[in-house]
């Protein structure tokens, strides 16, 4: 951790002082940022793979057909329902399949809600 004071009434800087400054103050910032751990997420994959999510179900109203908000007055309103996730999730992609592209920190899913 790192730290830099600057008490009230303090003369005003040269510029090599002040240059000398902004180095700390950049060194510091960089150590801060490098000293913080990566964000690590669960990763899945796209099918076959079957999982388990956690999260709380919301519904979200969004314009549609036909100008999908250009014309809220004639646009039809549609409601999704979206899980919004309690741990965020890596998707790998399928470079076999271009529709399946990787994906990270994904923290919200639309379900889509079909009978088998």
Same mark, same amino acid.
């Given at each position: 951790?790192? %730290? ?5 009434g303090m003369r005003v800087f !040269?510029?090599?002082? !002040? ?15 490098? !000293? ?22 919301? *519904?979200?109203? *969004?314009?549609? #057909? #036909? ?13 999704? %329902? ?6 965020? *999730? ?7 399949? #271009? ?5 990270r920190g994904v923290n919200r /899913?639309?379900? /889509? *809600? %079909?009978? #088998?």
């Amino acid at each position: 951790m790192c %730290s830099v004071i600057i008490k009230e009434g303090m003369r005003v800087f !040269s510029a090599k002082t !002040s240059w000398a400054l902004i180095l700390v103050v950049a060194w510091c910032s960089l150590q801060t940022i490098a !000293s913080q751990p990566a964000v690590r997420h669960r990763v899945l994959h796209y099918d076959p793979e079957k999982v388990m999510l956690k999260g709380t179900l919301v *519904f979200r109203t *969004f314009y549609g #057909p #036909p100008n999908y908000g250009e014309n809220p007055r004639t646009d039809s309103k549609e409601t999704q %329902s979206i899980l919004v996730l309690d741990d965020a *999730f890596d998707v790998i992609g399928d470079k076999q399949d #271009p529709l399946n592209e990787t994906e990270r920190g994904v923290n919200r /899913v639309t379900l /889509v *809600f %079909s009978n #088998p």
